[in-house]
């Protein structure tokens, strides 16, 4: 599966940006992870198929996942953002890892992953 994102861009503390990823097919499980500079790639939102979301806690309210399973899409739309969300934003899919909470956010559950899509939030 090939998964491109877009949407990236920068935004000032407050901002807005809609995230989107293009699949080249089906898979039941894909997500959003992001990597700032300097730390490790954390797990932002996942779904399974249309369902079973999962957020991860920084995200309270703030960014929403959503999918066009007919058009193998996956967008996230981030809203009030902080510097803090600064980060090279993925979509990832595959494997079954987002089935179960406590495998939903592990990298090694997606098999496949895209290039990146660069938000960055200024103060």
């Known amino acids: 599966v090939r998964l491109v994102e877009s949407g990236g861009g920068s935004v000032q503390t407050g901002g807005s940006l809609r995230l989107s990823c293009q699949a080249s097919?089906?898979?039941?499980?894909m997500g959003w992870f992001r990597q700032a500079p300097g730390k490790e790639r954390e797990g932002v939102a996942t779904?399974?198929?249309?369902?079973?979301?999962r957020y991860a806690d920084f995200v309270k309210g703030r960014f929403t996942v959503s999918r066009d399973i007919a058009n193998n899409m996956i967008s996230l739309q981030l809203n009030s953002l902080k510097p803090e969300d600064t980060a090279m934003y993925y979509c990832?899919?595959?494997?079954?890892?987002?089935?179960?909470?406590?495998?939903?956010?592990?990298?090694?559950?997606?098999?496949?992953w895209g290039q990146g899509t660069q938000v960055t939030v200024s103060s």
């Open positions: 779904m399974a198929g249309n369902a079973n979301i």
């Open positions: 097919a089906y898979d039941t499980c």
């Open positions: 990832a899919a595959g494997g079954r890892g987002c089935l179960s909470g406590s495998s939903a956010f592990l990298e090694g559950e997606y098999s496949f």
